[in-house]
């Protein structure tokens, strides 16, 4: 495929042409903080603003996400610039005061020098626990998973993840893949004997024949043994005992 | 309050059966059943192929769709500057004492939904309250319940 030639940081960098800015840097060894993209997730990212960086190109320059830019030759990146800190700060300040306790966010707001927001902080009925409302759960059930049990609800402020009529879902198959891709930890995923809870809703879990231990809920099974017609038997042992 | 499944069955299937349609349809749904029912949703999400979460996520985004029934008048009080300035916020508290609802709510004998708006432009009325399509300017605490009479 064709190779692209830009800079990041003044430091020379091969890339291919439908890559984006973040994967070049991160290949690289160059650290751009970053939250709501993944690379597993092809329309993730875009929505935390945390991985602005400058883009210089003919003699022009944008602030521009950097997850979801991609990259083309001569393209001028700069990561650190006092511009992007400033920036960078006035976005991890306002969502500090959104989410006081999502630990991620608590760090990044610190390395960028930021202990408290001069903002009020959500409490009471604003308070949304650690959820930063990127999608990122959102889009795996969706692109990942492939059953939508979940979707982003209300908008602007209100705006949340959620099943229909925050009912437990008809078609969640209980993965869990929406816990473990959300950057803040904002999703609570309850594991206890053989019986998982995960919005609103209790799965059965299956148990490794050799171990013992519940590994994978049963309607997960089930998905597998449907989309890819994968032998039911291959789950009697977890990945550990296989 | 009871839905009829024929009904509902009849809106989805008055429309071209394709993904764009859906917007419409939940349309229908609130311009004719007054809400979007729970098993419209779900009858739409079968027959489009659509998941569930997608459509009732459409149907939370919109403020002109609504999840539970609304009233069969609706009040709209404004609380843009100029109405704010003259009082909006004491006739909002007058129509709450008065039909026993708090803003976004519906009355128990499904007669008023009310809400409140940033501005409807009718600002040299204001203080402006709005029931379904007629505007009613300079309205006060006082007067709020002769304006309320004459919708049944």
């Known amino acids: 495929m064709e190779k692209i030639k830009f800079t990041i940081d003044g430091k020379e960098v091969e890339a291919l042409k439908d890559q984006n800015v973040l994967e070049v840097a991160q290949e690289n060894g160059i650290y751009i903080p970053n939250l709501c993209s993944n690379p597993e997730v092809k329309s993730s990212g875009g929505s935390c603003r945390v991985c602005l960086v400058e883009a210089h190109q003919n003699g022009r320059m944008r602030l521009v996400t950097s997850c979801n830019y991609p990259v083309r030759e001569g393209l001028e990146i700069k990561t650190e610039t006092p511009l992007v800190k400033r920036i960078r700060r006035g976005i991890l300040e306002l969502m500090l005061a959104r989410v006081p306790d999502a630990e991620v966010v608590v760090e990044l707001a610190r390395e960028n020098g930021i202990e408290e927001p001069r903002f009020k902080k959500d409490e009471g009925e604003n308070y949304r626990y650690k959820c930063i409302a990127c999608g990122l759960c959102v889009q795996v059930c969706e692109e990942v998973v492939g059953v939508s049990a979940i979707a982003m609800l209300n908008r602007s402020y209100d705006k949340k993840p959620g099943t229909p009529y925050m009912k437990p879902s008809e078609v969640c198959i209980g993965c869990g893949a929406c816990a473990y891709a959300c950057p803040t930890g904002a999703i609570s995923i309850k594991d206890e004997g053989d019986t998982r809870k995960i919005w609103g809703k209790e799965f059965k879990m299956h148990t490794c024949s050799v171990c013992g231990k519940p590994y994978i809920p049963e309607a997960q099974i089930d998905w597998i043994v449907k989309t890819t017609g994968k032998d039911r038997s291959f789950f009697d042992k977890c990945p550990d005992c296989r | ?152």
Do not use: W
């Not at chain 2, 459509?55 to 029934?69: D, G, R």
């Not at chain 2, 501005?119 to 029931?131: I, S, T």
């Open chain 2, 1 to 152: 309050m009871a839905v009829d499944i024929n009904q509902i069955d009849e809106i989805i299937s008055s429309h071209e059966k394709s993904e764009e349609s859906l917007l419409s349809i939940l349309q229908s749904f609130q311009r004719k059943l007054n809400y979007v029912p729970e098993e419209g949703i779900k009858r739409l999400s079968e027959s489009f192929d659509v998941p569930e979460s997608r459509i009732y996520a459409m149907a939370t985004f919109y403020k002109a769709l609504s999840l539970v029934p609304r009233g069969r008048h609706t009040i709209k009080v404004c609380m843009g500057t100029a109405c704010h300035l003259k009082g909006g916020g004491l006739i909002l508290e007058a129509i709450e004492r008065e039909l026993g609802v708090e803003r976004g709510g519906t009355t128990d004998d499904m007669r008023f939904s009310l809400e409140t708006v940033n501005c409807v432009g009718a600002c040299a009325m204001a203080p402006v309250v709005v029931v379904d399509d007629e505007y009613h300017g300079h309205a006060s605490s006082s007067n709020v319940h002769s304006i309320l009479k004459k919708y049944e």
